[in-house]
């Protein structure tokens, strides 16, 4: 499927997990891919992995948190590939595990900071260079905690809540000048962000609050987010998904 071909598409955090599946998925469906990473490192590997297996793909290195960045990304984007088409606004932090009265104010505001602020400030950009290219659509991860509340993760909650009402408001925005934008709710995703953190127990205990029975992958969320960016998505924006395996039903 080349659905996507000569489409010019931005991915942050696409040097690991969801982010690195949603890259792989957009290029092999033709997409010029802009592998953006606070890991230069790990943006390089994704995007040399992509041109070995024939697709194109370039690697940036960026905090999404910093507004002159996530604008100086997007002009990368633009003269590499003469125009943007698609973004996916990924990138994002797990903080501190504390309740709301221990939780750290510096730790308060570097999750917003990413996981929130850097999807205004890609979005800012994005969107303006969007409609210079004819219009295009955008996917913002959120997570089901975008939806529900989880115990310790104030910070990381209040982000994703938040995300999916700017999600909806930009889409209202821009409906009528060819932008979609919608919002993806994983649940539990087996990526580094939990194997870097967690022990194996909790992993398996996390396993077990999904029907399914077990954690969810980064392919399962990027066939979500490459269905929502295709045209094949042409009536859907300003909602929210959620690739759950059953956690938000019970
Ligand atoms: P991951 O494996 O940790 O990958 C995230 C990538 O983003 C890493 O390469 C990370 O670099 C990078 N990054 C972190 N801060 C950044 C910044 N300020 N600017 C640019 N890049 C930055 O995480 P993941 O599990 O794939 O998560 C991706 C997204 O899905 C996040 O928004 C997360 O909240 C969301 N999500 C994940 C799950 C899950 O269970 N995994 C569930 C729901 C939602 P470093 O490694 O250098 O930090």
Not at 189 to 195: A, E, M, N, Q, R
């Amino acid at each position: 499927m080349n659905d996507f071909q000569d489409k010019v598409a931005i991915v942050t955090g696409a040097g690991s997990g969801i982010g690195a599946a949603i890259a792989r998925e957009l290029a092999e469906r033709g997409a010029i891919l802009i592998a953006a990473d606070l890991d230069l490192p790990a943006a390089q590997e994704v995007a040399g992995e992509i041109r070995a297996d024939g697709g194109h793909a370039h690697a940036v290195e960026v905090d999404v948190a910093d507004a002159e960045a996530a604008e100086r990304l997007v002009a990368f984007a633009v003269e590499t590939g003469g125009g943007l088409h698609l973004a996916v606004n990924n990138a994002g932090i797990g903080g501190p595990n504390e309740n709301v009265a221990d939780y750290p104010l510096d730790g308060w505001k570097q999750v917003i900071d990413v996981n929130l602020n850097g999807v205004f400030y890609g979005m800012k950009y994005q969107i303006a260079a969007m409609l210079n290219s004819g219009g295009g659509a955008i996917v913002n991860i959120s997570s089901i905690l975008g939806s529900v509340g989880w115990s310790g993760s104030s910070a990381y909650v209040t982000a994703k809540h938040g995300l999916v009402g700017l999600t909806k408001t930009a889409a209202i925005e821009y409906a009528q000048q060819g932008i979609r934008v919608n919002a993806v709710g994983p649940a539990f995703i087996d990526t580094p962000l939990l194997s870097k953190n967690l022990d194996e127990e909790t992993l398996g205990q996390l396993a077990g609050l999904h029907p399914v029975g077990r954690l969810g992958t980064s392919e399962e969320v990027s066939a979500l987010t490459c269905f929502l960016l295709s045209d094949r998505a042409s009536f859907i924006t300003g909602s929210y998904h959620l690739v759950d395996g059953g956690y938000t039903s019970r």
